[in-house]
Nanobody, 118 residues
Framework: QVQLVESGGGLVQTGGSLRLSCAAS????????MGWFRQAPGKEREFVATISGSGAITNYSDSVKGRFTISRDNPKKTVHLQMNSLKPEDTAVYYC???????????WGQGTQVTVSS
């Protein structure tokens, strides 16, 4: 059974940086498209970034483009989200997710809290 575990969240001031990590238990990690999503209190879960199995293709939401960078290390079975120039509106629980090409996201981590103070 695939498991995803996020870490690296915390409290940071506006303009600061955080690096989130997601560790996967899957032996077929490189076959999965990986993504980061976030959910703020009272709001729906929203897309943040995705990365292809090889790491060659990345996509970002307009709200984080230019500030966040998604990456992966397939031998270590990890995916990361480097978050720079953080804003209070980035405050949310961040979730790591996985899917196979052509399939919906069906593997989710437990989430890690990111709080950006104004």
């Amino acid at each position: 059974q695939v498991q995803l575990v996020e870490s690296g969240g915390g409290l940071v001031q506006t303009g600061g940086s955080l690096r989130l990590s997601c560790a996967a238990s899957a032996r077929t990690f490189s076959l999965y498209v990986m993504g980061w999503f976030r959910q703020a209190p009272g709001k729906e879960r929203e897309f943040v970034a995705t990365i292809s199995g090889s790491g060659a293709i990345t996509n970002y939401s307009d709200s984080v483009k230019g500030r966040f960078t998604i990456s992966r290390d397939n031998p270590k079975k990890t995916v990361h989200l480097q978050m720079n120039s953080l804003k209070p509106e980035d405050t949310a629980v961040y979730y790591c997710a996985a899917r196979l090409v052509g399939r919906p996201y069906d593997k989710w981590g437990q989430g890690t809290q990111v709080t950006v103070s104004s």
